[in-house]
């Protein structure tokens, strides 16, 4: 079954990229504080699938569609299956593959149907080669637990209630971004985010300020310090930036 599986995914990977505009999804998920504490082992697997459109923003008031989430398909007998496929959604990135951003490329590997991460010092040098299964969930109890998928353009899902981070290349001020955007980045908002085994966090925000509540405990109440941050969208023509509070 796996083997099959893996096969169905290497062809959808190629039809994506031969009849439309294929990019990388990287979810990151709530942090197991409990099972890191054990030292779990870091091999993992799990699968999570979603369906939706691209929510792109309007001209003038830049708001983000309402989106649907996708549904779960069956995953691995992995301890760490539920991490992804019932945890709790830290953030979804999404990237252009086969282009390098701040010497991270991601790239399809035909030759097993997995997908390459290249880590350099810099954009056109070599570097460390990473390999990842589409689906899998993976835990280094480093971070927050992980997971790649390679998606069509036209599935990209942008939920409503979220904070938005936008990076793209072109001109200014304009609708470039839909084009030429390099990284999309979305956060729930009101959601309570472990951060390592001590801490947590949560996000907050309006047209005009992003709140990020920080606490010395789990559950995001006590010990609580606020920091205020203004959204500002950046321009310089090589690196640009649009953030949005989507609600």
């Known amino acids: ?8 995914v290497l ?14 999804s990287l979810k990151t998920f709530q942090y197991d504080s409990i099972g890191c504490s054990k030292q779990h082992s870091s091999d993992s697997q799990g699968s999570f699938s979603g369906s939706g459109s691209f929510g792109l923003l309007e001209d003038n008031n830049r708001k983000l569609g309402s989106i649907d989430g996708g549904g779960v398909e069956p995953g691995s007998e992995s301890s760490f299956e539920s991490l992804c496929d019932n945890g709790e959604l830290v953030s979804e990135t999404f990237y252009r593959l086969d282009d390098c951003l701040l010497g991270w490329t991601f790239s399809i590997d035909y030759d097993n149907g997995t997908i390459k991460k290249e880590i350099s010092f810099e954009c056109g040098q070599k570097g460390s080669l990473h390999w990842f299964k589409p689906f899998e969930c993976y ?18 899902e942008i939920p409503k209630e979220t904070y938005v981070e936008i990076q793209y290349h072109g001109e200014c001020d ?3 971004w839909k084009k ?10 009101n959601q309570c985010f472990i951060n390592g ?6 996000l907050n925000c309006n047209s005009t300020t992003l709140q990020t509540t920080q606490s010395e405990k789990l559950n995001c ?27």
């Open 11 to 24: 062809i959808s990977i190629w039809i994506n990229n031969v009849y439309g505009v294929s990019l990388l």
């Open 174 to 176: 304009n609708n470039d």
């Open 139 to 156: 835990n280094d109890c480093l971070s927050s637990p992980y997971m790649y998928t390679i998606i069509e353009m036209d599935d990209i």
């Open 1 to 8: 079954m796996k083997l099959l599986f893996s096969l169905i």
């Open 221 to 247: 109440l006590v010990y609580q310090d606020f920091l205020y941050t203004n959204i500002l969208d950046q321009c310089t023509g090589s690196e640009n930036y649009i953030n949005i509070c989507n609600k």
């Open 180 to 189: 030429n955007f390099d990284t999309i980045k979305y956060t729930p908002l």
């Open 197 to 202: 085994e001590s801490s947590s966090y949560s």
